[in-house]
């Protein structure tokens, strides 16, 4: 599932973040990726290098590192998302990226959104199981950098679409254009009172505050989720500073976050919020806290400078 939005400040600082949620067990730890940082492409096996060093939360696993979200040192921040029963990816081919490590890829040497689209010209995405799922994952992933610019990335049956999204807003399954066709079926939500009306010889009037969010949609589904944060990203009042900010993109995604038992899968395993966090992209600072700690934890990528380029592991979440 998972949700993902982006958010600015009358400061002009953009603010990215997401929901994980996920009914396969994870240990999320936030890793340092820094600079010339080399790592195996799993398609071809060679040998690729970053040009950017970034941050992000993700999971080392049988060897291999998962990444699900980040920020790299330009302020380019990305997140991967379910795109189940939609996603196609491309045959293995020599420029091939394994689906998984697309998000690696972007981190490490995309500087913005307009280099992104330059980027996924020369690459294919290619399926590869992970010890994860135990499966070529359908994937999606979204993109945000200093400026605001945010653009969606998905394989279809169609080919790769990079597509600009005005709206800051991901969550899963159907395609991206649809979600955002399907906005126009909630037009008339508003954070205006309702008036009251008479039907035939009967008056009638709302019974309190909150009339007009009545066509608002209520459930955990892609769509509904999609509809709901589109909303209130768009009423929420402009923060006026990083810690307004931060403080409207939780309460955001408090409407959207699972709890244990709302959701279960056809394994008879609960799909849950595992954890939100937000990324302040014009400071490389992360906010996040998990299901079972509401505390708001902190760390940024300036804090760390490591002579060499490897791996560094700064603990679980």
């Known amino acids: 599932m ?4 982006t958010l600015q400040n009358r400061q002009g600082e953009t603010f990215f973040g997401r929901t994980m949620d996920f009914s396969y067990d994870i240990d999320p730890h936030l890793f340092i990726v820094p600079k010339n940082y080399e790592w195996t492409n799993r398609v071809n096996m060679t040998v690729l290098s970053n040009t950017y060093g970034f941050i992000g939360i993700g999971q080392e696993l049988d060897g291999e590192l998962f990444i699900f979200d980040g920020v790299n040192e330009m302020g380019f921040a990305a997140a991967v ?19 998984y490590d697309f998000l690696n890829y972007m981190l490490g040497n995309c500087s913005s959104v307009e280099e992104l689209k330059t980027l996924t010209k020369g690459i294919s995405i290619v399926g590869v199981k992970d010890p994860v799922t135990g499966t070529a994952a359908p994937l999606h992933w979204i993109a945000v950098d200093r400026s605001g610019a945010c653009a969606v990335v998905e394989i279809t049956e169609e080919g790769m679409s990079v597509m600009e999204n005005p709206m800051g807003v991901l969550t899963n399954s159907p395609e991206f254009p649809w979600h955002m066709t399907n906005l126009r079926n909630y037009m008339t939500a508003s954070p205006r009172q309702t008036e009251e009306a008479c039907w035939g010889q009967v008056e009638l009037s709302p019974f309190g505050q909150g009339g007009g969010t ?9 769509p509904e989720r999609f ?5 209130l990203k768009s009423h929420v009042p402009l923060p006026e500073n990083g810690q307004e900010a931060v403080n409207s993109c939780f309460h955001i995604m408090e409407s ?17 919020t595992k954890y939100t966090a937000f990324i302040n992209v014009n400071t490389c600072e992360y906010f996040f806290r998990t299901y079972d700690d509401f505390q ?6 300036f804090e760390y400078n490591f002579p060499v380029p490897r791996l560094v592991n700064l603990g679980g979440l």
């Open 227 to 231: 509809v709901r944060v589109s909303y």
């Open 256 to 272: 959207v976050s699972i709890p244990k038992g709302a959701v279960i899968t056809a394994r008879n395993e609960y799909d849950y």
């Open 214 to 222: 009545i066509p608002l949609p209520g459930g955990f589904t892609s």
């Open 296 to 301: 708001i934890g902190t760390t940024r990528f």
């Open 2 to 5: 998972c949700t993902a939005i």
């Open 81 to 99: 998302l379910y795109f189940a029963g939609y996603a196609k990816y491309d045959a293995c081919s020599e420029n091939g990226i394994a689906a």
